[in-house]
């Protein structure tokens, strides 16, 4: 493989060919090339331009490029398609992703775009997917699986399973299901090809197989299937019927994505945004959380103005705010973020008096250490005396043990009440523990000073 | 499945079941019982109990058990093994697996533990793996793999696989090598099976396949994995020879190790921890980015002081530090975020000069509604006078405007240095941002108001 390797010279070199309507070159140019690549040609391309690239390549590479164009992208050339060519696209494509796809066109569309997909069956199997959550198994399985019925033959078996593979891209199992099309077990590629062509099926399946349920949330099924190392899982209904499969590569995309919006969460972000999109998409995605940063800070100027006597003798206390605002943030986003990740992996166990002993600990470790730091630059270098020095410092450390303590439970409340804990990290959590801190900061200060 | 449930009174009765010495039980109760789970109970297990349970149980189990083990505990547990119990459990493990636990042993034990490994061959080709950083493809690559050379005829590619798939759990693809060794191509299992077993494999192999190069970074294997959907990949030396295979499940976990590393790095943690972890391990991740929060807020303070003559006439400036700081430190995390998750993904693409305007212009709109709300809360609320409100506003508009930018260029700036953009989210950017947007705010103020 030599690795594909977008440039703006492929670009316009493309482009010139479209203008050209050079259709030849263009489909030797793009023969070889991985649909993935292409689509993030297409990405790149303007409107007419993809749309007519699109139109000109074999349906059976384009549905491929259209499941992996930027969602934005896809929107846009969807529309200039009319609903027999999107049908023709969904043909293509397993259950899955057209089931993606045709989740994503205005509602007046699908019912068209349905009715003009040749294969019948095929159509029955993506409008009972249209009918589960996105973010749950149903929203992931497809409908392409091979399975075989714990009543024949081999020899049925081995006929039955020619026939369903061909619409299947990669056997993982076979599934082995009963006369209701229960999930029984499933059967090795082995034992089938060295079992006599008369044994049943029954006699020779493995009765041991990891499932999991149509309603199962997304992230759960991932974790399921990276604990257990699998490539591929049945998915069974409220009846215990085999109702689709779930293949790694969809679970490596939850996992990317699940891990993008906690990210972006932690930073502040409402939506899932890109650097590429546009001006007002990132703005609707990033005002929320300074708004709230801005009332926070407003919170901080009422705290202060409460406060104000204490200028007369000891202004310094005002020139350490941002100090201890920002330790108070630094703090609390470092105890948010272990906890979020721990509750994501399961790792937070044992009792909340445990945990809450450990930040403290922590705190008062991480706290001395830099509450000598502002004794020595108090004392030392700024020159404010040993006792206002130990005043902010004592100040400071408790600032910190109170930040660790919200960013440590937050997420956990959140968690038991069945809230994302993610949106407890960044944003939320800093602006909390600043109106804490400095509040905190100045209460103590005064109590110690007597301002 | 019955999905398996790590319970407190599971772990109680196996402890009672070890302390009484109840091989019989514990064996049944855990006969079933997948490795993944048996890993998390001896997780939970003290040292003791640990090392009796894994010695208990069969290698071929316990093998995969102590992969799966957090890597404290492995890490006790192994020193609780002698040299030839270790290379016994090496023997049942994929090479890429037994590698990874052989690096982490200590240096004086990693010859010991080879020599006793039986199977030389195995040995050899472990000896081999810990050759290569543990972050490339060759750290993540097996040596277990399926491949056939070009010039065997069909029976003969039949034998030696079959004989070649004994050592081999997942069989993805066969892979075709020249004399050399070279990689030539794939060999689909259909053309295999439907072609006279006289026939060369030379005239009918897909010359066409997917590889990486044994030095490439495996962030970068993780990449080219998941565009393509491949659930396995050939790896090649510097000569093109066909040296091992890189399979999706040890992608899953590059993929997740990366996403929580940059996940820590925002919140200011320096290296890996979790939340179950002792305190002297998070103390060393947390401390490092708090000392700079630290010196940050120090900073402030000088700076404050240098504009100490405002505060007689101009109080309330260094009322609103807090919220100038949260404003600078939150915009800039926000910015930072996108570029990194833009430049992880490979979409931040376009000129420096267009991706400045548009954060320019994005902080002007966002700028521009945070400013009417501090006019507002100014004007009417706080009564500090419009031209106050609107210095105020100018100056806060203006540091969000340079903490976007910031923001925006340091990740760019990191990456294109060959420096991982991520450390520049989090911690970094918002003290940097802070110094800079408290000078900037009272410089401006200074400005306009004139003291």
């Known amino acids: 493989m030599t690795p594909f390797k977008l ?15 050079s259709n030849t070159a263009l489909l030797d140019l793009l023969g070889e090339v991985h649909y993935a690549d292409i689509a993030e040609i297409v990405d790149e391309l303007d409107l007419p331009e993809a749309t007519y690239l699109i139109k000109l390549l074999d349906s059976d590479k384009t549905s491929d490029v259209l499941t992996e164009l930027d969602e934005d992208v896809r929107e846009r050339i969807l529309k200039n398609l009319s609903n027999e060519e999107i049908a023709g696209e969904l043909l293509e494509l397993d259950t899955d992703d057209a089931a993606d796809i045709i989740a994503e066109l205005p509602e007046e569309r699908v019912q068209e775009v349905i009715s003009n997909i040749e294969d019948k069956e095929h ?36 006929k039955e399973m020619r026939a369903q593979a061909e619409n299947v891209t990669r056997v993982h199992s076979i599934y082995v299901v009963d006369d209701d099309d229960k999930l029984k077990g499933r059967l090795s590629l082995k034992d089938l090809l060295t079992t006599s062509t008369k ?7 493995i009765p041991k197989v990891d499932y999991v349920n149509v309603h199962d949330k997304a992230e759960d099924v991932a974790k399921v299937m990276s604990k257990y190392d699998l490539e591929a899982i049945p998915v069974i209904d409220e009846m215990g019927r085999l109702v689709g499969r779930i293949t790694i590569d969809d ?60 200028l007369n003798e000891y202004k310094e206390l005002f020139f350490f705010t941002p100090l201890i605002a920002a330790m108070a943030g630094n703090v609390g986003v470092q105890s948010s973020a272990i906890i979020v990740q721990g509750l994501a992996n399961d790792v937070v166990k044992g009792s909340l008096l445990n945990r809450l002993l450990k930040e403290v600990g922590l705190s008062l470790i991480n ?24 005043t902010i410092a004592v100040s400071m450390m408790s600032v910190i043990i109170v930040a660790a303590l919200i960013g440590t439970f937050v997420p956990i409340i959140l968690d038991k009440r069945g809230i994302d804990p993610a949106i407890a990290t960044g944003p939320f959590i800093t602006t909390s523990n600043d109106i804490f801190g400095i509040f905190l900061f100045f209460y103590l200060a005064k109590l110690i000073l007597g301002f």
């Not at 440039?7 to 309507?21: P, V």
Request: proline share 1%; with cysteine.
């Open 123 to 158: 159509a029955k199997d993506i409008v009972e997917l249209l009918r589960y959550d996105e973010n749950s198994a149903g929203g992931l399985m497809a409908k392409e699986l091979v399975k075989v019925n714990e009543n024949w033959n081999v020899l049925t078996c081995v």
């Open 7 to 21: 440039s703006k010279e492929l670009i316009e070199h493309i482009e010139q060919l479209i203008e050209n309507k």
């Open 251 to 310: 679970i490596v995309d939850v996992i990317k994505e699940e891990a993008e919006k906690d990210y972006q969460l932690a930073a502040g972000i409402t939506q899932e945004v890109e650097a590429d999109d546009n001006i007002w998409q990132l703005t609707r995605a990033r005002l929320p959380w300074l708004v709230l940063g801005l009332l926070g800070g407003l919170g901080s100027v009422f705290i202060m103005e409460g406060f104000e006597e204490a």
């Open 367 to 390: 706290g001395s250490a830099l509450a000598i730091l502002v004794i020595i630059f108090g004392f030392f270098i700024d020159d404010i005396g040993l006792r206002f020095s130990l």
């Open 199 to 205: 044994t049943q099926v029954s006699e020779v399946y």
